[in-house]
């Protein structure tokens, strides 16, 4: 019999879920520091979900501005993640810079709760590429994207598919798609794990009910032994289940069928269609969840201008908030953008 435990952390692993980093309470409408202001801002999609998110724009200066906009990991929340490192340190640089929580996530809208969709992410980071363009200090022509872990890969097939990016950075991005994941999991586990999802869905489907889990088995819970998590891998934990990731806005807490998202969704394929928009990769070179040879195989097939950046004695969640490591790729990512938002 496969241990389902263990193809749950195979595919986790793999997709690369973890953040980092706090700015700004709900509460607070407005700050300043080191020359960027801080607004909360709403938009709404199309279906009336409203999204919530954070807006940093440089102070000083005449014109409108060239804009970034910023794609978390799976489960994460705005004041996580990319927050710290890299929305900060773009918009230090010039840019302005927006992040948001995905629906059903943190502020935002939507039902059901605390349920990841790679596609339904999509769909509202082209939303915010619409919100974007049409602010005053935005220049609508000099958009880019940049993503962390599974946000790497979606902007990297936004940018595949929305000609107003023109330029993408994904960071220890999940670059998979189904057959990759067969390869990279144990024999026979993708057809396991396929089936036991789509026995959720199908009760979903019937019922309108879903089911929920821990994200992560944090000290202390509480959890037996055998509690299904979402993450239950030590990268995760060593996040998520520490001051540094599990921070108040953030809920221990995800649909089971939030895993079929990275069983069935491709990140990968649309590399082919990135160009001739430009495409920065960076990963640790010491990642063992979103793995240097899939940033390499996807840099092969970007046919635009491209680079690949491999930090050395990084592993993969040291480049959501180890200073050290963040910085490295803050600076290739600013130089990247203000080459292809000129």
Known sequence: MTDGNLNRRSVLAAGGALTAGLMLSGTEAVAARDGVVLRRVVFQAPDGVRL????????????????????????????????????????????????????????????????????????????????????????????????????????????????????????????????????????????????????ALQRYHRTGELDYIPVVRTPGSGYPGDQPVLFDNTIATEYYGTERGGIPQWTNRATVLSLRTILVHDTRHLADLVGPRAGLLAVGALDNSTFPADHQAIYDRLTGPRRLVLVPGAYHNDLYDQPQYVQQVVDEAVTWFRTHLA
């Open 52 to 199: 919530v998110g954070h807006l940093r724009t440089p102070t000083g200066g005449t014109g409108r501005l060239p804009a970034v906009l910023l794609s978390n990991a799976m489960t994460s929340v705005k004041e996580q993640s990319v927050q710290t490192g890299y929305a900060e340190g773009l918009a230090k640089a010039g840019f302005v810079t927006l992040t948001f929580d995905q629906r059903r996530f943190g502020e935002s809208g939507g039902l059901p709760r605390q349920h990841e969709d790679n596609e339904d992410r999509l769909t509202d980071l082209q939303v915010a590429v619409s919100y974007l363009s049409g602010l005053p200090k935005v220049d609508p022509d000099r958009i880019g994207a940049l993503g962390v872990s599974i946000g790497g890969g979606l902007v990297m097939k936004l940018t595949a598919i929305d000609p107003r990016v023109r330029a993408f950075v994904a960071i220890a991005a999940g670059l998979l798609d189904p057959q990759r994941l067969r390869e990279i999991l144990p024999p026979g586990a993708y057809p396991t794990l396929l089936a036991e999802q789509t026995a």
